[in-house]
C-alpha cells in the first residue's frame, strides 16, 4: 500500500472524528495539529522497512535504522496489536495534557495502517509474536507488493474524494464564521440537505 493512501486514510479519519464531535466553529489549532499529525502517525508504523515513506525523512530514517538493528520486521511488531496496545496507553497518558480528541485522532490513524494493510498480499503479524500472518481478503484480491492493483486504485480514489469532501466541509466551517460568510454555509448545507440523512447525519453542521 503507497504512503499516499495511508496517509490520506488518516487525515480523511482525523476530519471526520473532528467533524462528528465539534459543535459549531471546530478549533483551529485543533484541526492543523489533528490533520498533521494524523497524517505522520498513519505512515509510522512503516518505519519497519527502510525504503518507506517515512524512514527516508530525517529523522526518521536514524529510527528506522535503529528498528531494523534490533531486528524488527515489515508488518511484524510495528503492525501489531501490542504496537495498538503501547500507542493507546501513551495517548492515555499524553491525553492529561492534550485535548483527548487529539489522542483519538492520532491512534485512529495509527490503526488505519494497520487495517489497510490487511488488504496487502502479505498480511500482518497482528497477532505478534505469534507469526500468523493476517489478510482480509482472497489472495487473486489482494493487493500486490509491486503495488499495482485495483482494490488499491479503488480504495485510493475513494479516499482522496473523501478528503475533498471533509476538507471543504470543514473550510466552509470555519469561512462560515468570517464577516459576511454566512451565505456559503446556507449554500453549502442546503446541497447537504439533498443527502441522505443516513450517509452524513453524523456530521454536526
Not at 525504503?51 to 535503529?66: D, E
Not at 504496537?83 to 497518558?93: D, I, P, Q, R, S
Not at 456559503?184 to 443527502?195: A, D, E, F, G, H
Amino acid at each position: 500500500m503507497r504512503g499516499k493512501i495511508h496517509s490520506a486514510a488518516g487525515i480523511v479519519l482525523a476530519e471526520a472524528i473532528i467533524l462528528s464531535n465539534s459543535n459549531g466553529k471546530p478549533s483551529w489549532g485543533i484541526t492543523v495539529a489533528a490533520v498533521i499529525g494524523s497524517g505522520i502517525l498513519a505512515l509510522l508504523p512503516d518505519l519497519d522497512h527502510r525504503s518507506s515513506t517515512i524512514s527516508r525523512t530525517f529523522p526518521l530514517q536514524i529510527a528506522s535504522h535503529g528498528l531494523n538493528i534490533l531486528g524488527f520486521r515489515h508488518r511484524a511488531q510495528m503492525h501489531s496489536l501490542m504496537a495498538l496496545l503501547v500507542l493507546g496507553g501513551l495517548m492515555w497518558v499524553s491525553s492529561i495534557n492534550l485535548p483527548w480528541i487529539l489522542s483519538v485522532c492520532f491512534f485512529t490513524a495509527y490503526f488505519s495502517h494497520i487495517f489497510l494493510d490487511m488488504f496487502n498480499e502479505e498480511g500482518v503479524e497482528l497477532f505478534w509474536p505469534l507469526p500468523w500472518r493476517i489478510r482480509l481478503v482472497p489472495g487473486f484480491l489482494a493487493i500486490s507488493s509491486d503495488n499495482h492493483s485495483i482494490l488499491q486504485s479503488i480504495i485510493d480514489r475513494v479516499l482522496h474524494m473523501l478528503l475533498m469532501f471533509f476538507t471543504f466541509h470543514l473550510c466552509i466551517r470555519y469561512v462560515a464564521y468570517l464577516p459576511g460568510g454566512d451565505w456559503l454555509n446556507i449554500m453549502w448545507n442546503k446541497i447537504l440537505s439533498l443527502v441522505p440523512t443516513s450517509i452524513i447525519g453524523w456530521i454536526k453542521f
